[in-house]
């Protein structure tokens, strides 16, 4: 008999104005609590989400999120906490903006593609430029065209970086020393990236044949859904010593924002992954309470394969992100009759929001090696942390929050709190609130676009009817989800970026 409204909430507990503990016993075999961080406004639509799902008693649609959070504390091996980031919102398994650690020397401990996605290393670069509103303005229009023209988008869209299948298998081995060596890429951009633009554990073998036929086309190319080149200027500094070590410390300062990831290769790894694992479970008698939820053990031949698949697909996004960089310094160049290197087209920093990592974290007072999951949550570490570059190590890590098509961006540095409470992550965006068949049933292509254009956004689309999927309407307000975040302590505001113009598939 399923529970009311009334019931469910007794398992709900608000700790803070940001904070929310999901108490053992809202689903079956939690291991441990879930906790999730909303404001007002996001709460309100979680709660609404439960309540909705307990008057259909759970038929039909997706899992409201708290439900996701839950399930996912029921994993095997799992420790702290399962944590909600304020973008959160209904995925496959886990729900995007959801992420759980778990312990790599429990031998029960698992991985599951779900808590990755299937667009593996969906992440954000940020170009910074020299440049400023004032000079961009008069060739707006055509630098918009001229990137466009550039970067192949859509949703069939193949690439013009000329590859081979030999090229692809030292691609996905590599990462970003394959684009360095072929000259796609600067010495100093892999110093600011995550894991410098190169997943060591990749084995291409483990990447299956149809993975690889899909992802051959499509290197350096940008996909269609939330996938964007914008150009943005600098809105409003916070923090004026994060923003000078970037090299974005003035208002109006043009840059150039990249969201991508690993296009078909990185959503067959994930399919593949999916069907073996279904297997293992059967094997080792794995028990979930969500059959989307499909996983294998961490050191089982099926759970190795796939990190080692995943680490692949992830060096794939890496050379993808860096193929588009290379196509939008040629379009800067072109359009300014200068080059790249004197335009400052430096890389700020690149990050990933799709991906499982090994990491070493403090679990009541011991230090433990951890196999991270983030899906739809990026990694943001606190100054001094090891893995950060040598640039950000007294301002912490920088991470780059893309906003809805049309709306601000953000740009926040890593805290010390979030590295406890979260293992160092936070959000990623700003999290679907219509579905996709919803938008497109609500809202007309043509408002979108008239209203982009209103604000002074140039705005080049491959598919004008998949905008509306894209709209701000669809989705949260980001600038709830990053104050949330920088309110919690898990990470702290350092710029707002606002784009003057988008390019979309």
């Known amino acids: 008999m399923a529970r009311t409204f009334a019931e469910e909430m007794k398992y709900m507990e608000q700790l803070t104005p940001n904070t929310w503990r999901i108490k053992k016993g809202f689903v ?68 995007i903006g959801n992420m759980a650690a778990f312990d790599m020397n429990d031998p029960d401990a698992v991985v599951s593609p779900g808590g990755v996605g299937f667009d593996i290393n969906c992440g954000v670069r940020l170009i910074r430029t020299n440049l400023f509103e004032k000079d961009v303005a008069p060739v707006k229009e055509s630098l918009a065209q001229s990137l466009f023209d550039h970067i192949p988008v859509g949703v069939g869209s193949k690439g013009v970086i000329p590859m081979n299948s030999k090229d692809l298998e030292e691609a996905l081995e590599m990462g970003m020393d394959w684009s360095l060596r072929e000259g796609y890429s600067w010495a100093e951009d892999k110093e600011h990236c995550e894991e410098y633009g190169r997943m060591l554990q990749a084995d291409p073998s483990k990447v299956s044949q149809r993975a690889k036929k899909r992802g051959l086309p499509q290197l350096g190319t940008l996909g269609a859904g939330n996938h964007y080149v914008e150009i943005q200027v600098v809105d409003e500094i916070y923090d004026k010593h994060s923003a000078t070590k970037m090299g974005m410390d003035e208002v109006g300062q043009v840059c150039v924002m990249i969201h991508s990831g690993s296009r078909g290769l990185g959503h067959q790894v994930a399919t593949d992954a999916l069907l073996e694992m279904e297997r293992a479970m059967k094997r080792d008698t794995i028990v979930v309470n969500d059959r989307q939820l499909a996983c294998a053990r961490i050191h089982s031949t099926e759970g190795q394969n796939y990190l080692k698949a995943m680490a692949a697909a992830a060096n794939y996004a890496f050379v993808n992100r860096t193929s588009m960089t290379f196509l939008a310094r040629q379009a800067f160049a072109k359009a300014f009759r200068s080059t790249p290197d004197d335009l400052d087209m430096q890389i700020v920093y690149d990050v990933s929001h799709n991906i499982a990592k090994v990491e070493e974290h403090m679990i009541d007072g011991k230090q433990k090696t951890l196999l991270v999951h983030r899906k739809g949550s990026t990694r943001a570490f606190p100054p001094h942390h090891p893995l950060i570059p040598v640039d950000y190590q007294l301002t912490g890590q920088p991470v780059l929050i893309g906003g809805t098509m049309g709306t601000c961006s953000y740009v926040l540095t890593g805290t010390e709190e979030g590295f406890k409470s979260t293992f160092g992550s936070t959000c990623h965006g700003a999290g679907r609130a219509l579905s996709r068949a919803k938008a497109r049933r609500t809202l007309g292509y043509e408002d979108v676009l008239e209203s982009l254009s209103k604000k002074g956004i140039t705005i080049r689309v491959a598919s004008p009817k998949l905008v509306t999927e894209e709209a701000p309407e669809s989705y949260k307000n980001v600038t709830d989800v990053v104050n949330t975040c920088h309110a919690a302590g898990i990470s702290k505001k350092s710029l707002k970026l606002r784009p003057i113009a988008v390019i979309k598939g």
């Open 28 to 95: 079956p075999n939690m291991k441990v609590e879930g906790l999730f961080y909303v404001n007002k406004h996001l709460e309100t639509l979680m709660i609404e989400e439960l309540k909705h799902h307990c008057a259909s008693q759970g038929v039909g649609g997706f899992l409201p999120g708290v439900k996701q959070i839950a399930n996912v504390a029921a994993l095997p091996g799992i420790v702290g906490r399962s944590i909600g980031l304020p973008d959160i919102h209904s995925g496959y398994g886990f729900a």
